[in-house]
């Protein structure tokens, strides 16, 4: 290791000892750490994807409101992106795009769709990248991925940020710097405080080349890391 490379990793560091990993991010602890993560969060996909379906499919059934059916089908996909065949996921993203394509211009112009469709957008193009990357189109992937960041007055994606689902798989395969541009590109409609100490930790433990899970839980484990948690 350089004398500046170094010196960058002490800045990084805190002064605090270790409290749980003596070793860092290649502590054998924190590496069995992740990888129960990563398994929580397949089976909370599956268990997730059951139960928006189970929504989505009730009020279809129910003739309930298209504004419903769409905020409905909206979550599903999240997950139908990563469960359902390819061709499903597909035919799903038709069919949210035929339901907004379907509102009236009087309720458009009424502004009850407040963010234009931001939300649904932003899940659609989430979908279209899932797609790509089960094909293994990782430029295309990309592509895709950066498109469902372009908000517009969401105040959901704006106070809880984008789905980063994708974005740990593809960290974890080594896709670095599509990584980096998409955190980076959050900064245009994620602004609470959360947002900018997640994305400050984020940077430092690309820079240890630290396994992430991209979930607010990062700010504990940078701190059981000795990471810093602030500029």
């Known amino acids: 290791m350089t004398f500046r490379l170094l010196l960058l990793f002490l800045a990084i ?3 605090q000892s270790y409290a749980v990993y003596p070793n860092g991010c290649q502590d054998p602890k924190y590496q069995a750490y992740i990888d129960k993560r990563f398994a929580f969060f397949a089976q909370n996909n599956q ?3 059951d139960q928006t379906l189970n929504e989505y499919e009730h009020l279809v059934t129910t003739e309930s409101s298209r504004f419903s059916i769409i ?3 909206t979550r599903h996909l999240t997950y139908s992106a990563q469960v359902d065949p390819i061709a499903t996921v597909q035919q799903k993203i038709n069919d949210l795009l035929a339901y907004s394509d379907s509102l009236s211009m009087e309720q458009r112009i009424a502004g009850l769709v407040l963010d234009e469709f931001s ?6 193009n989430m979908a279209r990248a899932w ?3 089960r094909k293994g189109d990782i ?3 990309r592509v ?4 469902s960041l372009n908000i517009n007055n969401s105040m959901l994606l704006s106070a809880f940020g984008p789905d980063f689902s994708l974005v740990r798989h593809l960290y ?12 980076q590109k959050t900064e245009r409609f994620w602004q609470t405080s959360q947002a900018h100490q997640l994305r400050f930790i984020w940077s430092q433990m690309m820079i240890l080349q630290c396994p992430i899970q991209f979930e607010s839980g990062d700010s504990v484990q940078a701190m059981n890391l000795g990471i810093r948690r602030h500029r």
């Open 13 to 15: 560091i805190s002064t």
């Open 47 to 49: 268990r997730m994807y």
């Open 71 to 73: 905020s409905a089908l």
């Open 119 to 124: 939300t649904e957008n932003h899940a659609i």
């Open 131 to 133: 797609i790509s990357y």
């Open 139 to 141: 430029d295309t992937a």
């Open 144 to 147: 895709s991925l950066m498109a």
């Open 172 to 183: 974890k395969d080594g896709h670095i710097d599509i990584v980096k541009a998409f955190i």
